[in-house]
Nanobody
């Protein structure tokens, strides 16, 4: 299983970013996928998830601001993040139904 995240960066509060995670080593279309984040000094937490049937789930803290979606033809899951807040800062990781994590992508929300 290989997961490669990208799209992080530095953005001002209120801004937007789109994260991507390209997967390989398993049948992507059959796997639930999720995004987690880890802020400095805090535990990794679930941000959003999408089933193989495209049912979505969001943490209360991001509902209405973040959207998870997938492109099975490209083996890629996305996280569209709008109206970003300073508390969204952290390293974002994607996760498949299989063991293992990618390297993560840093998101910093700061003025």
């Amino acid at each position: 299983v290989q997961l490669v995240e990208s799209g992080g960066g530095l953005v001002q509060p209120g801004g937007s970013l789109r994260l991507s995670c390209t997967a390989s080593g398993f049948t992507f279309s059959n796997s639930d996928m999720s995004w987690y984040r880890q802020a400095p000094g805090k535990q990794r937490e679930l941000v959003a998830a999408i089933t193989s049937g495209t049912i979505t789930h969001y943490a209360d803290s991001v509902k209405g601001r973040f959207t998870i979606f997938r492109d099975n033809a490209k083996n890629t899951v996305f996280l569209q993040m709008n109206s970003l807040k300073t508390e969204d800062t952290g390293v974002y990781y994607c996760k498949s139904a299989w063991p293992g994590w990618g390297q993560g992508t840093q998101v910093t929300v700061s003025s």
